[in-house]
């Protein structure tokens, strides 16, 4: 079945970084769109970053700050995420759309602060 595994998150200081993983398993991986949303406490989730083959789409609060990369070989998407800052603090998810059902990864925590 289709799994979704992220990994990475923690307790970073602003201005630090950190790199989030995503293991995909179950599905043709290369074939689908890939995408890195956010939920912060009280707000909802919010597409944070995309990429589908080798285009990649940002939202506007990152690029610049954010890059998210995938290795077809090793089926995972990564989200590289520079000069944090504390409104960056959420649970970050792993999402695909495959035959138009939504899948998402547990979810892993970000915090951002001093």
């Known amino acids: 079945q289709v799994q979704l595994v992220e990994s990475g998150g923690g307790l970073v200081q602003p201005g630090g970084s950190l790199r989030l993983s995503c293991a995909a398993s179950?599905?043709?991986?290369?074939?689908?769109?890939m995408s890195w949303h956010r939920q912060a406490p009280g707000k909802r989730r919010e597409l944070v970053a995309s990429?589908?083959?080798?285009?990649?789409g940002y939202a506007d609060s990152v690029k610049g700050r954010f890059t998210i990369s995938r290795d077809n070989a090793k089926n995972t998407v990564d989200l590289q995420m520079n000069s944090l800052k504390p409104e960056d603090t959420a649970v970050y998810y792993c999402?695909?759309?495959?035959?138009?059902?939504?899948?998402w990864g547990q979810g892993t925590q970000v915090t951002v602060s001093s």
């Open positions: 990429t589908i083959g080798r285009s990649t």
């Open positions: 999402h695909a759309i495959l035959n138009m059902v939504d899948y």
């Open positions: 179950g599905f043709s991986f290369s074939n689908y769109a």
